[in-house]
């Protein structure tokens, strides 16, 4: 199971930051990658921030580079997507996922992801 929590409330000014926490349960993340994905309306759900099982290397998105920062903690079996200076642009549903893939590659498509989050809307807005 897959549980997203989010810290920061549900509605955000411009510039101001998010994090989002992605709690595994049932299973370890230690042979797993991980990512964070976001949809906005009538978008198809966009790969924004990728992390891999091993050296913990991470892929961001041009959109969100810069911004935003995928990190891992096995020990708490979480994985977290800190989002700072945040646009009107991010608003979205963000989703996390976790997948059993042991090695240095980044799973950047949705459709790799047999493990979901249920998923947390933020909206960035004045």
């Known amino acids: 199971q897959v549980q997203l929590v989010k810290s920061g409330g549900d509605l955000v000014q411009p510039g101001g930051s998010l994090r989002l926490s992605c709690v595994v349960s049932?299973?370890?993340?230690?042979?797993?990658?991980a990512g964070w994905f976001r949809q906005a309306p009538g978008q198809e759900r966009e790969d924004i921030a990728c992390i891999n099982s091993t050296d913990r290397s991470t892929y961001y998105a041009d959109s969100v580079n810069g911004r935003f920062t995928i990190s891992r903690d096995n020990a708490k079996n979480t994985v977290y997507l800190q989002m700072n200076r945040l646009k009107p642009e991010d608003t979205a549903l963000y989703y996390c996922?976790?997948?059993?893939?042991?090695?240095?590659?980044?799973?950047?498509?949705?459709?790799?992801?047999?493990?979901w989050g249920q998923g947390t809307q933020v909206t960035v807005s004045s």
């Open positions: 049932g299973f370890s993340l230690d042979y797993y990658a």
């Open positions: 996922a976790a997948e059993r893939s042991y090695g240095t590659r980044w799973l950047r498509d949705p459709g790799e992801y047999a493990h």
